[in-house]
């Protein structure tokens, strides 16, 4: 059981859509890889992530769960909301690694977040991977 992470990307380009997948190297670098294509307009945006145990398991069990809302058979993309995909994932999490998962803050409408460590609000900026600026969480 290799470990892994499960991850939920969104694209700006795509909305209302999800990708679900697993990688073993770090998600920063799966996003990135799945961003540099000629085709896609925007940049994927990390959503969530977990490390867990059977990662390409646990990826394989959300997705068929989630069958009928996946938008093509052989695609790993989804109509389905943020929490509803968080929630699948972790329902089939081997094991997972609480201190390796990363839930990004909820974003306000004008665009702020509020850290859940420390209070403060900021501008959530996806090159920081969503850390806060004052406290790092």
Same mark, same amino acid.
């Given at each position: 059981m290799p470990t892994g992470y499960v991850y939920v990307l969104s694209n700006p380009a795509h909305p209302g859509l999800l990708k679900i997948g697993y990688t073993t190297d770090p998600v920063e670098s799966r996003a990135?890889?799945?961003?540099?294509?000629?085709?896609?307009?925007?940049?994927?945006?990390?959503?969530?992530?977990? @490390?867990?145990? $059977?990662?390409? %398991?646990? &990826?394989?069990? /959300?997705?068929t769960a989630l069958a009928s809302v996946r938008v093509k058979k052989n695609r790993e993309f989804f109509q389905i909301? @943020?929490?509803? $995909?968080?929630? %699948?994932? &972790?329902?089939? /999490?081997?094991?997972?690694?609480?201190?390796?998962?990363r839930t990004p803050p909820r974003v306000d409408v004008d665009g702020t977040s509020v850290c859940r460590r420390c209070g403060h609000r900021h501008v959530r900026d996806p090159n920081t991977l969503f850390l806060c600026p004052k406290c790092g969480f």
């Open positions: 990135g890889n799945l961003s540099a294509s000629t085709g896609v307009l925007e940049n994927f945006q990390i959503e969530y992530w977990c @490390l867990t145990l $059977a990662a390409h %398991e646990v &990826e394989r069990l /959300a997705h909301d @943020l929490d509803t $995909a968080i929630e %699948e994932i &972790e329902k089939h /999490a081997v094991a997972p690694i609480p201190k390796y998962r």
